[in-house]
């Protein structure tokens, strides 16, 4: 919603249109709220019992990367079963975690979180939430679609695939690193394929959500 201008502003006050700034609302009504994201959550990270949170912090507390998140595990948690799937889906913190599993080891209820948030991110990236040039999604994306392609990873392939997709100029930087990495074996140029590929895709494709991302 945009602030309307008052009429006492005249052209020549520091005061412009375009300095005004957009009012945003930070909360929401009960009907904007999806009440099935918890559940569905749920039932993606195998069966967690999301809703049996207690909201006793543990898991924010023993996060090492708690610090730098917008939203702490628990308010991940508590936003995910109550609703809001829009702000849990862009938020930074299903990409920030480190799936270190302290917080699976510490939950009282044994909840296991690092599950819930690779749920999160299947999700995101299935409906296009994530930042488009964070490295994190997009790099989880082309090496499920070179494994999908190929059966393998070929490392040179997939970096080059993410960098075009974030930052093509880092690619040039880094390009003395990699004819360094070539030249003593350990960054190859061609693609690494298994046999019979047909019978991975058909696995993958009869994996519940296996080609979703």
Not at 97 to 123: G, N, W
Not at 185 to 211: P, V, Y
């Amino acid at each position: 919603m945009q602030l309307p201008i008052p009429t006492n502003v005249h052209s020549d006050e520091s005061h412009k249109v375009e300095d005004i700034k957009k009012v945003v609302r930070r909360i929401k009504f009960e009907s904007e709220l999806d009440h099935n994201f918890g559940e569905h959550i749920a039932e993606k990270a195998y069966g967690q019992k999301l809703l049996g949170c207690i909201q006793c912090g543990t898991c924010s507390a023993t996060c090492p990367l708690s610090h730098y998140m917008d939203y702490t595990p628990r308010k991940v948690i508590a936003m995910t079963r109550e609703g809001f799937k829009e702000e849990v889906l862009n938020s930074l913190t299903i990409w920030l975690c480190a799936s270190c599993y302290s917080c699976t080891v510490e939950c009282p209820r044994q909840i296991h979180i690092t599950e819930i948030m690779y749920a999160l991110k299947r999700e995101a990236i299935q409906h296009g939430y994530y930042p488009k040039r964070l490295t994190i999604p997009v790099l989880a994306r082309e090496f499920y679609k070179r494994v999908l392609k190929d059966g393998r990873n070929t490392e040179s392939w997939v970096l080059v695939s993410l960098y075009l997709h974030t930052n093509p100029f880092a690619m040039i930087k880094e390009a003395i690193l990699g004819i360094k990495l070539f030249l003593r074996g350990r960054l190859t140029i061609g693609k690494e394929r298994i046999k019979r590929r047909d019978q991975l895709h058909a696995i993958l494709g009869n994996t519940k959500g296996g080609s979703q991302i």
